[in-house]
């Protein structure tokens, strides 16, 4: 079996140069990825009980899967991680690598998936953020990811849920009406319902701790936390075992 879906990963190589354009193809994960950070620090800091510091992260191995250009893996690198950041793109890996060293960050940069990293770390923290909406098999690879993760650490996985509002706004609207990502970006059949990826967590050791809605606010273009998980939803899962 394989995580891999060789046409995802086509699709977004094609617009790799466009990872650290604020005003490109990726524009929306620009605008998303304060709320992110802002998550994901606060619940590690919270789970690991860190004080608060400038790099607070400074003890954390973490894991970024799908890192893409490098927009997750960088910010996380500054509060003061150890990062290691995956994908299956060999220009996605590329360009991360390159705007790290412009950055004068050190992260390590590898072209794998899950079931390929050849690593005998294990990760306290790893984040699956927008990426399973575009693997092969999900159960195979969460399934790959824990393997992956120490026991009590936690993986964050955020995605899109499978409802006619989803459709909506992050198909409809978001793509052929405001044409914020370019059109074909997803897959409506590929959306997970969390019901869905609660029950193929547990199957793989993975307890849910959380789970959040994510919304857009058009009046100051942000995103903000909500209780509304119809569209963009956020879990932080821990291993049990």
């Given at each position: 079996?394989?995580?891999?879906?060789?046409?995802?990963?086509?699709?977004?190589?094609?617009i790799?140069?466009?990872?650290w354009?604020?005003?490109?193809?990726?524009?929306?994960?620009?605008?998303?990825?304060?709320i992110?950070?802002?998550?994901?620090?606060e619940?590690i800091?919270?789970?690991?009980?860190?004080?608060?510091?400038?790099?607070?992260?400074?003890?954390?191995?973490?894991?970024?899967?799908?890192?893409?250009?490098?927009?997750?893996?960088?910010p996380?690198?500054?509060?003061?991680?150890?990062?290691?950041?995956?994908?299956?793109?060999?220009?996605?890996?590329?360009?991360?690598?390159?705007?790290?060293?412009?950055?004068?960050?050190?992260?390590?940069?590898?072209?794998?998936?899950?079931?390929?990293?050849?690593?005998?770390?294990?990760?306290?923290?790893?984040?699956?953020?927008?990426?399973?909406?575009?693997?092969?098999?999900?159960d195979?690879?969460?399934?790959?990811?824990?393997?992956?993760?120490?026991?009590?650490?936690?993986?964050?996985?955020?995605?899109?849920?499978?409802?006619?509002?989803?459709?909506?706004?992050?198909?409809?609207?978001?793509?052929?009406?405001?044409?914020?990502?370019?059109?074909?970006?997803?897959?409506?059949?590929?959306?997970?319902?969390?019901?869905?990826?609660?029950?193929?967590?547990?199957?793989?050791?993975?307890y849910l701790?959380?789970?959040?809605?994510?919304?857009?606010?058009?009046l100051?273009?942000?995103?903000?936390?909500?209780?509304?998980?119809?569209?963009?939803?956020?879990?932080?899962?821990?291993?049990?075992?």
């Amino acid at each position: 079996m394989k995580s891999i879906n060789k046409k995802e990963i086509e699709k977004f190589s094609k617009i790799a140069e466009e990872w650290w354009n604020p005003n490109g193809k990726f524009k929306p994960l620009h605008n998303f990825n304060p709320i992110r950070i802002k998550y994901i620090k606060e619940n590690i800091i919270k789970d690991f009980k860190i004080k608060p510091s400038r790099t607070p992260l400074k003890k954390i191995n973490l894991l970024d899967i799908g890192c893409g250009g490098g927009l997750l893996s960088e910010p996380m690198c500054r509060l003061g991680a150890n990062v290691v950041g995956i994908d299956a793109s060999v220009k996605n890996i590329r360009i991360a690598k390159l705007h790290s060293k412009k950055s004068k960050l050190k992260i390590n940069y590898k072209v794998a998936s899950p079931e390929k990293l050849k690593t005998k770390m294990k990760f306290d923290v790893i984040l699956n953020m927008e990426i399973i909406e575009h693997v092969e098999n999900i159960d195979f690879f969460i399934k790959e990811s824990v393997k992956l993760l120490k026991k009590n650490g936690i993986m964050f996985v955020a995605t899109l849920n499978k409802t006619l509002k989803s459709y909506a706004f992050a198909i409809i609207g978001a793509e052929y009406i405001l044409k914020w990502l370019p059109i074909g970006t997803h897959d409506w059949e590929k959306f997970v319902k969390p019901d869905e990826l609660i029950k193929i967590s547990k199957k793989n050791s993975l307890y849910l701790e959380k789970i959040d809605g994510m919304k857009f606010n058009i009046l100051d273009n942000s995103w903000e936390v909500c209780d509304d998980t119809s569209v963009n939803y956020i879990t932080k899962f821990k291993k049990i075992n």
